[in-house]
């Protein structure tokens, strides 16, 4: 199949982003490409339609805050049920689409690193749409949920039959840290993991181990869909980097 004029990054902070490095990777392993990088900084959607609106042609981003909720109104372009929020766009022949794999990337992590949503307990902490993403991915493949309040609280959703109140986690997770590598709230769990990563962050690093996972989510989901049985492995990826 061919592949897009440009892929890359929309957002801020954007620079430590290694998508555009997995762009060319998993596009590489397809044999697809190679499509012209573009690094797009906005810290809103009319910067973001401002700086797509001079580049022609097929278009492959994952968006990172603050664009998850804008392209909603403004590129008629919805999330899943309950996430509401997107971070992977595509347009083609001048029409957006997307859709969310924070969720998917999640849990494909967590089953990389030997953790099975099913029967687990996740403390998670915030409400943002990484939160819905998560949450939503996370009890549909019947783990629970014991949702702390931070900047946000976890809304009602698809997960509301998973949600704990008190009791024991096996995972835990703070998604207000900042973005590009900011430190997280220690929380009580067996385990708690990051999704925050900066530049110089080691591959095996649960935080670059979700972005790759992510990533790949979005090439089988929305990208080239087409091409699922050929996608290079989660460690495939990691290996490349």
């Known amino acids: 199949m061919d592949g897009p004029a440009y892929w890359g990054i929309a957002g801020n902070p954007i620079s430590h982003s290694l998508t555009p490095r997995l762009f060319s990777i998993v596009g590489a392993s397809l044999g697809i490409g190679p499509a012209e990088q573009v690094l797009i900084t906005a810290t809103s959607i009319e910067e973001f339609e401002s700086g797509v609106s001079s580049l022609e042609g097929e278009i492959w981003l994952s968006c990172t805050a603050p664009l998850k909720h804008s ?51 996740l403390r998670m902490k915030g409400g943002g749409s990484a939160a819905r993403s998560i949450a939503a991915s996370w009890s549909s493949e019947g783990g629970s949920i014991i949702p702390e309040a931070g900047r946000r609280e ?25 973005p590009a590598g900011g430190a997280s709230v220690e929380m009580d769990a067996k385990m708690q993991v990051s999704i ?21 989510e979005a090439w089988k989901s929305l990208f080239a869909p087409s091409k699922e049985e050929e996608m290079p492995s989660l460690q495939e990826v990691l290996s490349a980097l």
């Not at 999640?106 to 690193?113: D, E, P, R």
Request: hydrophobic share 35%; with cysteine; proline share 5%.
């Open 154 to 178: 976890l809304v009602s959703g698809p997960w509301d039959g998973s949600i704990l109140w008190h009791g024991d986690a096996d995972l835990a997770i703070d998604l207000d840290a900042s």
């Open 71 to 121: 392209p909603q109104s403004r590129l008629g372009v919805y999330g899943p049920d309950g996430v509401n929020a997107i971070n992977q766009l595509k347009r083609s022949n001048g029409e957006w689409t997307g859709t969310s794999t924070d969720g998917t990337g999640f849990v494909s992590a967590c089953q990389h690193i030997g953790i099975e949503p099913s029967g687990a307990v």
């Open 196 to 216: 925050s990563y900066g530049s110089g962050t080691p591959s095996d690093d649960f935080a670059v181990v979700m972005v790759v996972a992510q990533h790949l």
